[in-house]
């Protein structure tokens, strides 16, 4: 499974806006990546391991994290029983990321993916897809190395929520299109999904504020945190996350 960063999916890439070029190297490139799970803060870090642990579900089976970041997922994935292959377009991510054992690791750009079809068992897509105009092209090109029956788990940002709101304001404050996030309805993820083929099995919205703003709440408040977003309609969360099948 040797990555091809050549190949560039040109079709795919002919038609991607400058902005998403833009955005795609300036992760590539980013730094202080030890504290890039700090800033979203503990109560954040513990919501969607717990979110994440029960729509992986168990293994066995051939599971890609892409991208994988710093690698905050690994330990999970190994520990539920699947065998991992993590894969990130930044090297920096990576650098940080290869201090796991027991994974395999790659440099690979989910615009071109260089996986062999039906490769996969489960794919983890977290907080990538909302920085593109178009996250359903990402998830239709990884969905052709899911085996049959595989599943997906991804995330979006809702529109209309806290975080939502504050983008307004910041797009304004801060015209800058390559740090542009997008905002998508439950309503709309799902009919997109099923025109790829893929099946909702599972929702989940959580958050009622902007994730980082957790890093400054105490433990003792996450029971309120959890009960408190009960109390809100899921559409106006923050994230949603996804659990779809390959049909």
Known sequence: MKPDLDRTGA???SNLSSPARSKREAWATRGGTRT????????????????VRRMLGTGPGKLLDVPCGTGRFLNVEKELGFTVIAADYSPTMLSTALEH?????LRADVFAPPFAP??????LVLRLLFHYADPMSIIRSLAESLKPGGRIIFDTLN?????????QVLHRLRPDPARRLHFKRPCDIERETAAVNLKVVERESAYLLPTRAYRYLPRLSWPC???AEALVPANMRVLTYWHVCKE
């Open 11 to 13: 079709e795919y890439m």
């Open 36 to 51: 890039y799970i700090q800033e979203m803060g503990r109560y954040a870090l513990h919501r969607d391991e717990k979110i």
């Open 101 to 105: 054992g027991n994974v395999g690791f």
């Open 118 to 123: 039906e490769s996969f068992d489960v794919i």
């Open 159 to 167: 529109s209309y929520s806290t975080r939502w709101a504050a983008s």
């Open 225 to 227: 945190l959890e009960t």
